[in-house]
């Protein structure tokens, strides 16, 4: 028997697909943001999404919702603060 043959339809309702663009202040609703633009952030990368998600382990009540957190939470990761401080660097 195949494993998604097995899987009820409540077990697939749990799974949630996050793309970093649903979250990028660089994209239009229309290019697929999906969050308010004072709420998104730039370049966010899959795995900055997997990290926040991994820290929280995801229980939240709305697909929304989750989009929020991890939009709030990528600016605060290790890998953000050294990309911002290493753009203010000017070379000689």
């Known amino acids: 028997m195949a494993c998604s043959a097995a899987r009820s339809l409540a077990d697939q ?10 979250l990028n202040n660089k994209k239009t609703i229309a290019k697929g943001r999906r969050i308010p633009i004072s709420k998104a952030v730039e370049n ?17 009540p709305s ?8 939009a709030e ?16 660097q000017v070379l000689s």
């Open 44 to 60: 966010p990368t899959t795995t900055e999404v997997q990290d926040v998600c991994s820290a929280v382990g995801l229980n939240f």
């Open 13 to 22: 309702d749990r799974f949630i697909c996050i793309y970093p663009a649903y």
């Open 63 to 70: 697909c929304k919702s989750v989009m929020l957190y991890i």
């Open 73 to 88: 939470m990528i600016p605060k990761l290790k890998t953000k603060t050294q990309k911002s401080g290493g753009a203010e």
